[in-house]
């Protein structure tokens, strides 16, 4: 097992603390940081600006901690889906979708999910493990095409807040003047609503939002989504109509659309009753059939009637693009089978 820890995931400040134990001078913290997160070097001895001796002295205890992809697929309309190996010999998977003048990558927290939605092949696996930060921002720096990412989306496997301690420090950095000095309006964070984590992260971030909602039903989104029994959809949105969405940060909702389930007129309008109110955009997306499920996603036509519905309401409503679903890319597909394997 190797001893050695690794730089890439560390703050300025624990980078600071650590190389003053080691004797090294303390604005020897600012060049390591400029290497990992501005040059992105991938190891310590691209860090030309530290004498060799120091290089030797880090190199003792640290490396960057910088891993490439296992395997990537292409599908056909550009969309890449990277395989990565954790440092516990787990997988998990990013997608890197490509639009115009943006590249966005979607990330992963964690290697399965304990939150079981029916819908969802990552669900499907089961709960294996926390990401550390290192490997939340392995996906971000080795990822192709890394320097020209415009835009983060946690929406990989995987529920942030359940890992909200290494997600919110994976942000940190990703925002901070040492590292990259992204705006947080270019993260969205996904969550199905685990509330006391995100009455925190309302409190602690200025990130855009997105809330996975399904069905406008407390009954029916139970049998769907089984965190409506401890977390019910009508006190995430009470919570949500306590914060201001009017100006630059944005709040949206994610509406998987199941053909005779929850996709008649009859739950467009309980939908707009729920969210009546608030400043909010709401994301209509096809169903990505999954193996052992015996939904199926909702016609075009029905898809387009409820779009007009809740747009002649008022509401901000598109039918989102599926992207990367001949290479099991795309919303709820991510599973990793290489992990059977």
């Given at each position: ?15 600071t603390?650590?190389?003053?134990t080691?004797?090294?001078p303390?604005?020897?913290?600012k ?7 501005v040059?992105?070097?991938?190891s ?6 530290i004498?060799?001796r ?19 697929q292409i599908?056909?309309?550009g969309?890449?889906k ?22 966005t ?5 964690q290697?399965g999910?304990?939150m079981n ?7 499907k696996?089961?709960f ?13 720096y080795?990822?192709?095409?890394a320097e020209?990412?415009?835009n ?16 919110m420090?994976?942000?940190?950095i990703?925002?901070a003047?040492?590292?990259l ?8 964070l996904?969550?199905?609503?685990v ?10 971030s200025?990130c ?7 069905s ?7 049998t ?17 109509k ?7 940060r ?6 998987i659309?199941f ?8 739950y ?9 109110g ?15 499920s ?8 029905s ?18 693009t ?16 290489e992990?059977?394997?």
């Amino acid at each position: 097992m190797n001893q050695r820890q690794y730089l890439l995931g560390m703050t300025l400040a624990e980078i600071t603390e650590s190389i003053q134990t080691m004797g090294l001078p303390k604005y020897t913290a600012k060049q390591i940081a400029d290497w990992i997160y501005v040059k992105r070097v991938a190891s310590i001895d691209e860090m030309t600006n530290i004498s060799i001796r120091n290089r030797d002295i880090l190199k003792k205890r640290y490396e960057v901690g910088r891993t490439e992809p296992q395997k990537i697929q292409i599908s056909v309309d550009g969309t890449q889906k990277m395989l990565f190996k954790t440092d516990s010999d787990l997988f998990i998977e990013a997608v890197n979708i490509p639009e115009d003048e943006r590249l966005t990558l979607c990330v992963s927290s964690q290697v399965g999910c304990k939150m079981n939605c029916d819908f969802c092949m990552t669900g499907k696996m089961g709960f294996k493990a926390n990401l550390s930060v290192k490997e939340i921002l392995n996906q971000i720096y080795s990822t192709p095409d890394a320097e020209n990412l415009t835009n983060i989306v946690f929406m990989g496997m995987g529920e942030p807040l359940d890992n909200y301690e290494n997600v919110m420090k994976t942000i940190e950095i990703l925002t901070a003047d040492y590292a990259l000095a992204w705006s947080p309006k270019r993260i969205t964070l996904s969550t199905i609503g685990v509330l006391p984590k995100l009455k925190r992260f309302l409190d602690e971030s200025k990130c855009h939002l997105a809330v996975s909602l399904h069905s406008p039903l407390p009954v029916q989104r139970q049998t769907l989504m089984p965190i409506e029994k401890t977390y019910s959809i009508v006190d995430v949105i009470a919570l949500l109509k306590q914060y201001d969405w009017s100006h630059q940060r944005r709040l949206s909702f994610e509406y998987i659309m199941f053909e005779g389930v929850n996709d008649s007129i009859v739950y467009a309008r309980e939908l707009s009753k729920l969210l009546g109110g608030l400043d909010c955009r709401i994301n209509l997306i096809r169903f990505h059939a999954i193996p052992g499920s015996t939904l199926r996603s909702s016609n075009e036509e029905s898809m387009v009637k409820f779009r007009e519905f809740l747009s002649a309401k008022g509401f901000t409503c598109t039918i989102r693009t599926s992207r990367g679903e001949d290479i099991s890319a795309a919303c709820g597909m991510l599973s990793t089978a290489e992990q059977k394997k």
